[in-house]
Structure formats: structure tokens, C-alpha cells
């Protein structure tokens, strides 16, 4: 079974009993009520199996995303024109975060 086949089905169901009455309305919300119990299960796995697909991917892409800043952080610090500072392994926390500062070569274009 696939969504479209679900919607294929409810649009049948729909057409096949609607008059314009309010008891053909009725008849068609009782009719639904009674496929949405049967499809329950079938809905429940399809809604399952879509997450765990969502969560699988972001995992992925979020893995891939953080390789690829940590990469271009450690091609940034390794160019040798960047300096420290400071030596922040000597240093308090509060007094790394007021102290050291990454600072670009003299003369470079970078504010």
C-alpha cells in the first residue's frame, strides 16, 4: 500500500457516497473513522520508518558538516600568518575570552 493508494481509496470513498444530504456526511465520516482503524497499523510503520529516514539523514549531514568546519578551523589556525595573543593554556577562562584574540597579519584586509 502507498499514500497515493490511501488518498486514491478516501477520494472513492468520498465520491462513491456523497448526495449532498448531511446523512451522506455522516455516512462518510463513519466510513473514514472505519478505514482510518483499519489503515492504523500500516500508517503507524509508513510514519515510523519516514522518521527514522529524517533523523538518519540529518545525523548524516549534520557528521559531514561538522568535519568540514572542523577541517577549514584547522586549516585557518595552521596558516602562519595567524597568532595568539596570548597563551590561553596559562590563562583563566574569563581572561582567555578578554585577552586572546585571533589577529590577523598587519596590512591584511580583514577588520
Do not use: H
Not at 33 to 54: C, G, M, P
Amino acid at each position: 500500500m502507498s499514500l497515493s493508494q490511501v488518498a486514491r481509496e478516501i477520494g472513492a470513498i468520498i465520491n462513491s457516497r456523497y448526495d449532498g444530504s448531511n446523512a451522506s456526511v455522516l455516512n462518510i465520516q463513519q466510513v473514514l473513522e472505519d478505514y482510518s482503524e483499519l489503515i492504523e497499523r500500516w500508517a503507524k510503520r509508513v510514519v515510523t520508518k519516514f522518521v527514522e529516514t529524517v533523523s538518519q539523514d540529518n545525523a548524516k549531514l549534520w557528521q559531514q558538516t561538522s568535519r568540514e568546519m572542523s577541517r577549514e578551523l584547522k586549516q585557518l589556525i595552521a596558516q602562519p600568518q595567524w597568532s595568539m595573543s596570548c597563551n590561553p593554556l596559562s590563562m583563566s577562562k574569563s581572561r582567555i575570552l578578554n585577552r586572546c584574540r585571533l589577529r590577523p597579519p598587519i596590512g591584511s584586509m580583514i577588520p
